[in-house]
């Protein structure tokens, strides 16, 4: 076990987060009736995204002060994992806002805004698939991720913020402010959403540990 | 009584009705699925999510330890 303790604990608190999520009382509000649920599973896809797009701008940054391919790595498969979680945040979303908003897609900011930061971190995808060189794709790309993490923080944090929003927290709006959110939901959504940014850190390291195994066969 | 006046009285009863049926239907709350949790049927959809959940979760421990054996024939 040893240093497998935080996959373990990852999954403890998701569980957790599903027990709690179906069973806990929830406020009792128009519209959004029992779907209120769905803070416990969609939210969290975005937190865990966000995360390891934040590890992935960590470990560009690593790899501009040393050129050591080993961070460029990590920076690829984070963001590589990330757009998972952002898919699958989008696809959760798009099926609530059908039963609460009426639309599958609405022009709300927050979403047009994620859906640009999602093209965004494409983009890097695309960009490294088309440099040859391992280590000019490496400098190119961790260049290329420092604007996308802005531009992701710009179009889902800020933005958002500035406008009106269908969104809690935008517009001026309260995010988690007791309006939207009381304290039993809190004790199932911030576990849900730590134990969800492990599930994501471990599928990343899976797949890092994956890549490495490639290289060395590779070189060998 | 002219006909317009009949007209504005008529929607004016009919503003009153609507008024009421609002009134009422807001009375009885935010409809929640309180009868599937006292029937005990939630806790159904409960365990079968945590099967899906818990099923991936030893799949991925798996994958896991077939990486920590590949890890050890590849040395660096």
Redesign the interface.
């Known amino acids: 076990m040893g240093k497998n303790w935080w996959k373990i604990l990852g999954v403890v608190l998701v569980s957790y987060s599903i027990v709690g999520g179906f069973l806990v009382p929830v406020p009792e509000l128009p519209i959004l009736n029992e779907t209120i649920r769905n803070t416990y599973f969609h939210i969290p896809m975005w937190f865990a995204m966000m995360a390891l797009l934040s590890y992935s701008l960590f470990h560009s940054i690593k790899f501009l002060a040393g050129f050591d391919l080993q961070h460029d790595n990590k920076a690829d498969q984070s963001v590589q994992v990330a757009l998972v979680l952002g898919l699958f945040g989008l696809l959760t979303g798009m099926v609530w806002a059908q039963y609460t908003w009426g639309s599958f897609w609405t022009n709300d900011v927050k979403l047009n805004g994620t859906a640009i930061s999602m093209l965004t971190y494409l983009a890097y995808i695309i960009l490294r698939g088309s440099i040859e060189d391992e280590h000019r794709k490496a400098k190119v790309a961790a260049v290329y991720n420092i604007f996308a993490w802005v531009m992701m923080i710009l179009f889902i944090m800020v933005i958002p913020r500035l406008n009106d929003s269908l969104h809690p927290g935008n517009g001026g709006n309260p995010a988690f402010g007791s309006y939207d959110m009381d304290n039993t939901m809190r004790i199932v959504f911030y576990p849900a959403v730590i134990g969800w940014i492990l599930i994501g850190a471990w599928i990343t390291s899976i797949k890092i540990r994956i890549k490495n195994i490639d290289d060395t066969q590779k070189y060998a | 009584m002219t006909l317009r006046n009949m007209h504005s009285n008529i929607s004016l009863v009919l503003t009153a009705i609507l008024f009421f049926l609002m009134n009422g239907l807001s009375a009885q709350?935010?409809?929640?699925?309180t009868n599937m949790r006292s029937e005990g049927k939630?806790y159904v959809?409960?365990a079968v999510?945590?099967i899906i959940?818990?099923g991936l979760?030893i799949y991925?421990?798996s994958?896991?330890k077939k990486?920590d054996k590949?890890?050890k024939n590849?040395?660096?």
């Open positions: 709350g935010v409809e929640m699925a939630i959809v409960v999510v945590l959940f818990i979760a991925l421990f994958i896991d990486l590949l890890e590849n040395p660096k």
